[in-house]
DNA sequence: GTAGATTTTTTGAGTAGTCAAAACTTCGGG
DNA sequence: CCCGAAGTTTTGACTACTCAAAAAATCTAC
């Protein structure tokens, strides 16, 4: 079958980091279930087949747990590998949009490529320059050096209470979502106004750039957190 | 044999920016001389056989001339994907320097695996950060985004007149080699007096920190333009 | 101008990642 | 409880890159 071996650790290729990113994102979305293949392969554009063949791959360097027809989990060390490409990426999307000034809609792909080849001491550069910062440009935690993430609990546009709130973390990264986001002003630290929502119709969001409409699959795309304010407190 | 198709142009890999690279540099090192496939072989630390085959690809891909037995030359799209690297490479590294404050001993290596990767949009925007340079920190002239270099042409320190010259290019770019010229105050920009030569000895040269003496493969690869220097005319 | 050394090319094989399609599990419904 | 649908794994094949070693070509020296 597939053997255990102790094994060496030579260096993770970049599919690896990628297959990594890709089952902790499952992870984080249904905690407690073990990733499918499916969905990995789904996730990564792949074949099924790809999928399972990466995924003896990935258990035999120790990095999942995998169960034939049982999906898998991380290790500790997947785990622990997958928040060092995550601390990459994150830094490097905020780095292109803080020092270099791109927009956040164009520094995921961009990341993308780059979390793979940055130096830890190219890194070190970066997130000293940036003031060590906690949250990327999508509201996205930046994982610490050690490898902690902080796990942040906000409501969505589809599950908040109705009134004013700040928007905290968009979920979808997709260049066109962002983009529709930044001409409505629905952008992480902006404050919004949710209307009344009815159980299966659109979301009306009110900014600074007026009233914005979004389905519901969009809505919950896009994380809040309520504002505290006085004068509009009950 | 090696049929050479009309072909698509499927988006160059790292390894084959990494030949193409190899064969420029080459080529400017023994101007008008075909590139044998040994030399490629040493240059990227693969076997011969691999540079061999490696040749095939890149004739195919219309990206050399190959002639076996014959060596190679790189054609118009060759050289003008080896510009748009080597542009990328040199942009890169000073980026890393006068942005990240790198040191010019440690970013050739970090260069080499971010110039398959950065993007056209990220590039123009460090460039611009940086006001267009023309020279990267080892001295190296960056070809502009139409693919031109300057080709400067200085004379080294084993081929220098005596007297007093400015470092203008540092060809080995190793990092003990440049850790070293720190040391010695021998970096671009900075001035030395050579001292006169015999024609198998070291040179000698004397800068700010002192007295240094390179052997004559190390002062090969330290090239450096005349000051004018009024006071020192004779 | 041929013998021996050197260099280049060929051959056969291996690794990493991928796909298409056949074979096999598992699971939900009747 | 068993059958078909859905999902998963296996199989065989392909691309890009690599090496080791055998074979072929070229160069050098006498």
Chains 1, 2 share one sequence.
């Not at 991380?74 to 999307?93: D, N, Q």
């Amino acid at each position: 079958m597939f053997e255990r071996s102790p094994a060496e650790r030579p260096m993770p290729t970049s599919t690896i980091e990628d297959y990594l990113k890709a089952i902790y994102a499952e992870q984080l979305a249904r905690p407690g279930e073990r990733v499918t293949t499916g969905r990995i392969a789904e996730a990564l554009s792949v074949t099924p087949g790809t999928a399972t063949s990466m995924m003896k791959t990935l258990a035999n360097a120790g990095l999942v747990s995998y169960e034939p027809y049982g999906g898998v989990t991380l290790t500790g060390a997947g785990e622990a590998l997958a928040m060092r490409v995550l601390r990459r990426h994150r830094i490097v999307e905020l780095f292109l949009v803080e020092v270099l000034g791109m927009d956040w809609s164009e520094v995921h792909p961009e990341a993308e490529r780059l979390e793979h080849v940055v130096s830890e001491k190219m890194l070190e550069r970066m997130d000293a320059l940036l003031g060590r910062p906690t949250f990327d440009p999508h509201g996205d935690p930046i994982p610490t050096a050690r490898g902690d993430v902080a796990t942040t609990d906000h409501p969505s546009l589809l599950t908040c209470e109705p009134g004013r709130h700040r928007v905290a973390r968009v979920l979808d990264q997709s260049a066109d979502f962002l983009r529709r986001l930044d001409r409505c002003g629905v952008v992480p630290g902006e404050v919004a106004t949710v209307g009344a929502r009815d159980d299966d119709g659109p979301v009306v969001v009110e900014t600074t750039s007026g009233r914005h409409a979004f389905d519901r699959a969009a809505a919950a795309q896009i994380l809040v957190e309520p504002v505290q304010d006085p004068a509009t407190r009950s």
